[in-house]
Every structure is written in C-alpha cells, then in structure tokens.
C-alpha cells in the first residue's frame, strides 16, 4: 500500500486546511487510517485515527474540536479537516495506515506511511 498525503499549506492563524491522503495498490476499507504530525525538534506524534469502518474516530486532546477525521472507502481516501488553526499546528502533517482493527494512537502500530505534508500557520 501506497500513501499519498496533499493539502498542506500556509494559512493564517484561524484559518482553515484540508488534507487527503490517497492510498493505492490496495484497499484502504481494510485499514484503520491515522494522521500524525512532527514539529521540527519535536517526536513524531499522534493527531487523529479512523477505524475502518469510519465508526470509531480518535483526536489528540490538543485537536478535539477543531480538527475531523473521516474516509471515503470508494475513494480510498482519509481526510482530515482542520479548522480554526494554531500557530502551534504548525508541523509536518503524516498519513498513515494501520492492519490492526481499531484505532490507535501508537505510531509503531502503523505499517504504511506517506511522505508528508507542511501545514505552516502563521500570525
């Protein structure tokens, strides 16, 4: 499986983005999708998960709210809308899918990555 991640950009603190992530050379119904993020000096760390199903949906407490997750089976695509954007949100957004079921906020439990995407928000 292929992840293509798109939609970054530089937009204005308040402003809104709205990434995909495409995944071919497979089915993304098949994998839970999840979206990471790393700020330069920073880990790598957990945004947002859909399950397979599109059912369960997870945020990082620091996105609850602003940001939402969802996925287009036929589409194999996940996207994620981020409203009212933070100068801290600024960071390399990251797709990723997951073959365990169930969403998960362990980067490690996650097989297939994208190549990223800059989501820059300025003042």
């Known amino acids: 499986v292929q992840l293509q991640a798109c939609g970054g950009g530089l937009v204005q603190a308040g402003g809104s983005l709205r990434l995909s992530c495409a995944a071919y050379?497979?089915?993304?119904?098949?994998?839970?999708m999840g979206w990471f993020r790393q700020a330069p000096g920073k880990e790598r760390e957990f945004v947002s998960g859909v399950s397979w199903s599109g059912g369960v949906v997870d945020y990082a407490d620091s996105v609850k709210g602003r940001f939402t997750i969802s996925r287009d089976s036929i589409r194999n695509t996940a996207y994620l809308q981020m409203n009212s954007l933070k100068l801290e949100d600024t960071a390399v957004y990251y797709c990723?899918?997951?073959?365990?079921?169930?969403?998960?906020?362990?980067?490690?439990?996650?097989?297939?990555w994208g190549q990223g995407t800059q989501v820059t928000v300025s003042s």
């Open positions: 050379g497979g089915t993304s119904t098949s994998y839970t």
């Open positions: 990723a899918a997951s073959t365990i079921l169930g969403v998960t906020r362990i980067r490690n439990r996650y097989n297939y």
